[in-house]
């Protein structure tokens, strides 16, 4: 079973509507969370981390349950400018660091 | 603004031959990563440096190795490429210490690397 685990996708979603989707992740000492963002043959950059208590940048929303283990990202609002892959990170300490990353979900806004 | 340079952006090489991929930062990290990302696979640890002349393996060393003589350059090396070493390759950096974390990660646009 993969460490880090998302449906690969694609999401094809209309412009305007909202979309989500989860990560789930097998270590329960996993201890950060974090949502990167991919565009077709460009490098990650760090869309927003994800905190206990869940958090919003702009239309973009992140939860954590650590109960289920899994992460989740909504988009509200979609811009075609959204399309994208969404990669999932997990971050834990066990015997060193480790930074594990999910295959991505890839998104699709349609006009 | 972080400025993580790699050197070559498409290559095309041979089996067998020697290839280096070369990562330049300008932010005075004291971490740099080179990852590979291939298609439905998360990305992958190949090596990291927390300083220089210091390499550790990551999760998929086997067919590398690096180099790493200054603080802003590490070099990928791939001393006798292999078909199955296609893949893109992405050199990132990071603060070292405890600002280390996975928020902190700064990549290079990568490399794409066919292997014929």
Redesign the interface.
Known sequence: RKEVEQDPGPFNVPEGATVAFNCTYSNSASQSFFWYRQDCRKEPKLLMSVYSSGNEDGRFTAQLNRASQYISLLIRDSKLSDSATYLCVVEFMDSNYQLIWGAGTKLIIKP | DVKVTQSSRYLVKRTGEKVFLECVQDMDHENMFWYRQDP??????IYFSYDVKMKEKGDIPEGYSVSREKKERFSLILESASTNQTSMY?CASSPGGST????T?Y????S?LTVV
């Open positions: 439905g696979l998360g990305l992958r640890l992405l280390y974390s996975g928020n990660i990549f290079g646009e990568g794409w």
